[in-house]
């Protein structure tokens, strides 16, 4: 069973950049589909970004293509988010998730990710 811990969080202004890590301890860190998601105040948690195990694909919601990049670190057993260009609407709680799955496509559904990390506070200010 792995264990995610996220940091990096914080407040930043409009049009800044942050990297969120997370690191996973407990398992095989290079046979987990991982994923970045969000929520905000009162609304669901979202898919943002994800990679996948084989060919290290990726994936971005649409509001964050082009600002955000996702990478793995198997060796260090991290997953990052790059986050540039920020806007206010990336307020959020941010979360990484993992999936215990062989795949090359990445995977989007909140509810196939088995294990999740405590989240960190991402607060864009105008």
């Known amino acids: 069973q792995v264990q995610l811990v996220e940091s990096g969080g914080g407040l930043v202004q409009a049009g800044g950049s942050l990297r969120l890590s997370c690191a996973a301890s407990?398992?095989?860190?290079?046979?987990?589909?991982m994923g970045w998601f969000r929520q905000a105040p009162g609304k669901d948690r979202e898919f943002v970004a994800g990679i996948s195990t084989i060919g290290g694909s990726t994936y971005y919601t649409d509001s964050v293509k082009g600002r955000f990049t996702i990478s793995r670190d198997n060796a260090k057993n991290t997953l990052y988010l790059q986050m540039n260009s920020m806007k206010p609407e990336d307020t959020a709680v941010y979360y990484c998730a993992a999936c215990l799955r062989q795949t090359i496509a990445v995977i989007t559904a909140l509810q196939a990710y088995e294990y999740w990390g405590q989240g960190t506070q991402v607060t864009v200010s105008s």
């Open positions: 407990g398992g095989t860190f290079s046979r987990y589909a």
